[in-house]
């Protein structure tokens, strides 16, 4: 019996007509801990966003441009249908479980895994047509095999490596609920968590948190976290700062406690179903007070985030250089050879998620994954894409490039070229305070909309503080209506994808800044933060403007002097031939 | 005693407050005919746009970022408070009422003059605090030597000019309506009503429209207009096309009788407060059938608009000429010029709006009208900002040119020059269909972003076709939620606007077009529809890029070919040097 049997029968006994599994936790968390990857275990789809929908007949999995190709590789034959979420056209799992269920009939979702935002939408849009809901729906009890929970230490950050003190964001915060009269602020998110005290975790692969929840009141701070991840020094760092540590598993009940007179600040995006559910005390729906905060950096943490990238920077380039000076290598060795070049740095923890090393036409799934069994050879001529980054103590990581290896087509380097004239346009802009994400978007756009060219997914998008590595509310895309504030740090990635042939990417890390002030207002500007050589062979000068050859120059200059002291003889003189004027 | 002396007596005679005089009439045109324009009458601001607002104590007008140094002047000694709209943290005016008045107080505005959506929002703010509004207040009547109602003859459009056949537009009106079950529709712009049936009118400066309403169902057709302004050809034209002319004053009481089994679309936004009110029917508030599909073009009316800028740019050229060969004439002389040379050019009908002829400071109000008594001489030195427009049986246009005369500063050679680029870089945008006028704006602001400047305005506007300048719903500006669509046209407009000093403003009129279809889907671009000299001198080449400098070439040469054969030896020399190649 294949695991799509096993579900439908555990569905017949729960009595639901259909379920909808999505890729989630209790946190909601982006990159779900193996315990929680049962969405992967039933469908075979490993891609890091999807959501599976079983009924008694038909399975269906919708996903994101980002992974279109490499869905329909991984479910062929599994009898799941893919359905492309981001087509405008795409039926919307509602309206799919609509045409599918008859009146009376149930769906069963696990509320653990879904916002109270989110479900109440789907439970309302049913209702409509007389289907139920079973929010107690939990099929992972059928996962036979089943990783264990995470069970990583927690650390504390030294104090060089914070942005601000503890007790300082905590005074901030409590400053917020005041002025809306919030008694208590439940985080759920672990990024929060980590954020506001200054620890970090080992819960999540490349994302060095600890899955917890937080509870805080005017006097008390609550951590909901299993207590053996907690060692002393921890413990004693947490006491001192007046941090109660409660057992994880309380979350529920405690929650379910909170007397009657408080009033509760709990963001309904970020929160499951089943915590906000169960409270008995007044609560509201509030844009989550540390998501808010936590994304703009400070002075000494964008400090941090440069030397992060020259340490991430000099493992790139001498990687860059084995990888030229390799041969008969496969892209699996590509990954090893940029973690061997990383742990070498001193401060590095781990990658802030796996390296795509993609050759030909794997580099046309924009977030592939190689795997030793399956990957592709590095050939001599062509293009490899290289997106990766690391975490460090002084900050998160993320940077792409797209190698040239001897020979490429014409189309190639217009397209290359396209792509980079798009990635400098973007990150040259200027903008009113005030602007969105998506009023700059069409700048990095343009270059490849002029051939009738696009790529499917973001511009690009927020990093954490040695946090995750996509981090809100920033983002650079058509449907971002958040700011672009000062001091927020985005990534700059355009790209060009050719299924079956090609992938090219060049993704620049930036830095909202402020410009100058005039009597129109104040305008902002983008630093760049990292200086990773970009190779200007396959680069057509002529499709550059003047001033973005300008820049490119300056930048791998840049990197030239960067770099310099920490490359042997042979690289630098190598990384001189590799970033040309031109 | 002033005329806001004599408001106040017939507010206290109305038992009013306070009251809400907007700029508008029954039709809620843009351009208010004479007869309407009481708001200017009782506060002396001229501008197009403003709403005035008065107390037992005090008087305030509220305007946008293109009047504020004009209504600066205008109020000036009024004892009117000016209120700058555009600006975030202005009062909304129901804020103001809200803070001036008592509960139970009353509030008069005439109901006729807001569309029933504005009146109704306003109601519903003031009602929260318990001020009441009486919307049968009417102060024109205190108006002495009040215009007349406009009485200009309507006509109609000959088939070489109607881009698409009365029964065509009305079969795919009814398609429309039947869709959604409608049985009545109700039309009240005059621009959709002349658009609709093919015929214009002469009742409103500059826009050739017949105030006009129109009432139809699946197989009728009402207009309501004065009969005296149809003669018997225009009669004749409408009786063949099934049209019943009614009197213009039945409206209301007609709307009234529509039976109980009707069901009636109306645009709450367009349609006066007072039409909706008397309705018995069933209705729906429906954004207007016709305001959606005349904003399309016919490639027959792209053809014809083409040959109207043909005829404009050969008067602008013939008037730059005989302007640049003046001596010592102001600026109304200007706009004499300009008239006189497009008198000369067959199907010239009438200016689409009033010459903006501004020299020197004058310039620096967007929208500044000059006077006989109080213009200012043309000087040797300095920009001359020339903003003006033809109505032409063939089409509407709208152009922008800004001339340098003599000498002028580095500082405004610069700001010509990057406004030009932000024209340019605006004009040459491919974007994916479905691209919202919002999306792309920033492309013509950057220039002057990056000098830490801006324009208190949109970038661009849709234009009437023989109809209003000034025609939604398209529009460029980062308020647009509208979508650029295939064959819509729009203006393409940055400017730099420096307070007591000058102004500068290019403006191109651009349409639409299918650029490429790929498997990313249909782009579009801009085709530009008008060849109107720009003037190189004060140029600075260094600035444009390459290819935006091989644009400007391309269009003067072919200005150049386009008009030699129409402009004598010595205009033909003259425009030689006024537009070399840079």
Redesign the interface.
């Known amino acids: 019996m294949n695991r799509i049997e096993i579900l439908r029968e555990y569905m017949k006994k729960c009595g639901v007509s259909a379920c909808v599994i999505p890729t989630s936790d209790p946190h909601l968390s982006e990159y779900v801990p193996e315990h929680y990857k049962l969405r992967q275990w039933v469908s075979g789809f490993t891609g890091s966003a999807g959501t599976l929908v079983v009924t008694e007949e038909e399975g269906g999995l919708w996903t994101d441009g980002r992974y279109y190709i490499q869905a329909e590789k991984e479910l062929n034959g599994s009898g799941i249908k893919l359905y492309k979420a981001s087509e405008p056209d795409c039926i919307k799992i509602h309206e799919y479980l609509k045409e599918k269920l008859k009146s009376g009939d149930s769906v069963g979702v696990d509320g653990r895994l879904f916002s109270k935002k989110e479900l109440d939408a789907i439970i309302e849009k049913l209702r409509k047509c007389d289907v139920n809901i079973n929010t107690e729906f939990t099929p992972d009890v059928i996962w036979e095999d089943r990783p264990p929970m995470p069970l990583g230490k927690a650390f504390v950050l030294s104090e060089e490596y914070c942005g601000e003190t503890v007790s300082k964001k905590v005074e901030n915060i409590r400053t917020l609920m005041k002025k809306e009269g919030f008694t208590h602020y439940l985080a759920t998110l672990p990024e929060s968590v980590m954020w506001l005290l200054n620890i970090r975790g080992n819960d999540i692969k490349c994302t060095p948190v600890m899955l917890s929840y937080l509870l805080m009141s005017q006097n008390e701070i609550f951590l909901y976290a299993p207590k053996e991840k907690i060692n002393d020094s921890v413990n004693k760092y947490l006491e001192d700062n007046n941090v109660t540590i409660c057992d994880y598993k309380n979350i529920i009940t405690d929650l379910g406690k909170i007397n009657e007179n408080a009033f509760l600040a709990a963001d309904f995006s970020l929160c499951n179903y089943n915590l906000i559910n169960v409270l008995k005390c007044a609560f509201k729906d509030k844009k989550d007070f540390i998501y808010n905060i936590k994304c703009i950096r400070t002075q000494k943490e964008i400090d941090n985030i440069k030397r992060a990238y020259i340490k991430e920077n000099i493992a790139l380039t001498k990687s860059f250089y084995e990888i030229y000076h390799s041969e008969n290598i496969d892209e699996c060795e590509v990954c090893d050879i940029i973690e061997k070049n990383r742990r070498m740095q001193d401060g590095y923890i781990s990658p802030s998620f796996d390296t795509i090393a993609a050759y030909g036409a794997n580099a046309a799934m924009m977030h592939y994954c190689s795997e030793k069994e399956s990957c592709a050879k590095i050939g001599k001529n062509g293009l490899l894409l290289i997106d990766t980054g690391g975490q460090y103590y002084e900050g998160t990581t993320d940077t792409t490039r797209t190698l040239v290896l001897g020979e490429i087509t014409e189309e190639q380097k217009e397209n290359l070229t396209l792509v980079l004239k798009g990635n400098i346009a973007l990150l040259m802009?200027?903008?009113?305070d005030g602007?969105l994400g998506?009023?700059?978007?069409?700048?990095a756009r343009?270059p490849l909309?002029?051939k009738?060219?696009?790529y499917r997914c973001s511009t690009g998008h927020g990093v954490g503080y040695l946090l995750g590595v996509h981090e809100g509310p920033q983002r650079l895309s058509?449907k971002s209506q958040e700011k672009l504030c000062e001091m927020m740090t985005i990534t700059d990635e355009p790209g060009v994808y050719v299924e079956n042939e090609y992938g090219i990417r060049i993704e620049n890390h930036l830095c909202v800044k402020k410009?100058?002030?005039?009597e129109?207002?104040s305008?902002l500007c983008f630093e760049v933060l990292n200086y990773c050589p970009i190779g200007t062979e396959g680069i057509i000068a002529s499709l550059l403007?003047?001033?973005q050859r300008q820049w490119l120059n300056n930048y791998n200059e840049n990197c030239k002097k960067l770099l310099k002291p920490f490359l042997t003889k042979e690289e630098y003189e190598w990384l001189k031939t590799y970033i040309m004027k031109i």
């Open positions: 802009a200027v903008f009113p602007t998506r009023d700059i978007d069409a700048l343009m909309w002029e009738g060219l696009d058509i410009y100058m002030k005039t129109y207002g305008f403007d003047e001033r």
